[in-house]
């Protein structure tokens, strides 16, 4: 008797399914240093003992900007700035259908409506940095009272909400469209068939992007005679004085 022949698991496998190149590595590793100097900015803003690091972040986002803002004029076509207004000018058209059609909800488009909360959410990310580096710098230079340090924390406070709103636009989307969304931030490619957008990835200009935020950051920690993260000033437990002072 002969042995029965051996099943071709990769004839049987089905085939994956055909992605498309959407954001190359230098988009990407804007967004992944963007998300983490805000986070830091935003942990190390109340504490004095981090102050320098607090700056170093705020300096570095508003590096990043300019790097995103030049990137998006001679950058591949997907991170150009002009599709990205494009896609946000069609807000009053959308609003508008979505007016006539407030009877028949069904008929809205919501997709669209999806779409553009989460390109408005952008620009206004992308904005929110000026106000909130602007204000920053004046406060680190001393030019006014407590009040610019409460300016300065209202755009903190604002441009946290729409960190907010970023993410629960694309988590909602995802869901409803069932499928990963950020997936095009993490490895640049998103489901369908066809040409990729992004014909090339770009890692050279992606790991000099890195190089620049991480030598901007050893300069600043040269500079600053008790380094970014002082160990002993972190440990040390604020004086009632302290907070007296400064009140």
């Known amino acids: ?3 029965a022949p051996a099943l071709d698991h990769a004839a049987s496998s089905p085939a994956p399914a055909p992605t498309r190149r959407v954001n190359d590595a230098p988009i990407r590793m804007f967004h992944a240093l963007f998300a983490l100097a805000f986070a830091g900015a935003w942990a190390t803003g109340d504490s004095e003992a981090w102050r320098a690091l607090h700056v170093t972040l705020g300096y570095t986002l508003a590096g990043l900007l300019g790097f995103r803002l030049v990137y998006g004029l001679v950058g591949p076509r997907p991170a150009r700035l002009s599709m990205l207004w494009r896609r946000v000018a069609g807000t009053p058209a959308w609003w508008r ?18 779409h ?20 920053g710098y004046a406060v680190y230079a001393d030019w006014g009272g ?6 300065h924390e209202v755009f903190a406070n604002t441009l946290l909400a729409l960190v907010g709103v970023h993410l629960s636009a694309l988590a909602l989307s995802s869901l409803i469209q069932r499928r990963n969304l950020a997936r095009p ?32 950051g050893a300069w600043q920690w040269q500079q600053s005679p008790t380094g970014l993260w002082p160990k002993a000033a972190a440990a040390a437990p604020v004086s009632k004085h302290a907070h007296h002072d400064r009140d």
């Open 1 to 3: 008797m002969h042995p």
């Open 97 to 114: 259908s979505a007016l006539r059609q407030w009877r028949n909800p069904r008929a809205i488009g919501w997709t669209q409506g999806r």
């Open 146 to 151: 407590k009040w610019l340090e409460e300016v």
């Open 116 to 135: 553009l909360l989460l390109s408005l959410s952008i620009v206004a990310l992308l904005l929110g940095i000026v106000p909130l580096a602007a204000s």
């Open 185 to 216: 931030m993490f490895d640049g490619r998103t489901p369908g068939a066809g040409a990729d957008l992004v014909p090339r990835q770009r890692r050279g200009l992606a790991l000099l992007l890195l190089a620049a935020v991480l030598g901007f």
